[in-house]
């Protein structure tokens, strides 16, 4: 495994794992129920795949010349 693959697997553990505990403190606190944090933590993540959806090939370019 690369470097870069064990930073990225790094990162999204760390995500999942924040979300998970903002999830869990904002239920734990009865500021919102345990079925808005699931929809808010769904719209999130949908919203990061259609931004990485859109915007792609710009990505896929920068990643290239950055291998050069």
Do not use: Q
């Amino acid at each position: 495994m690369t470097a870069l693959r064990a930073r990225r697997r790094a990162w999204w553990i760390w995500g999942a794992l924040f979300t998970l505990a903002m999830m869990w403190s904002r239920t734990w606190l009865y500021a919102h129920w345990l079925s808005d944090t699931v929809a808010g933590a769904s719209v999130g993540a949908g919203a990061a795949l259609l931004f990485w959806w859109l915007f792609r090939r710009g990505l896929a370019r920068e990643g290239a010349a950055s291998r050069e």
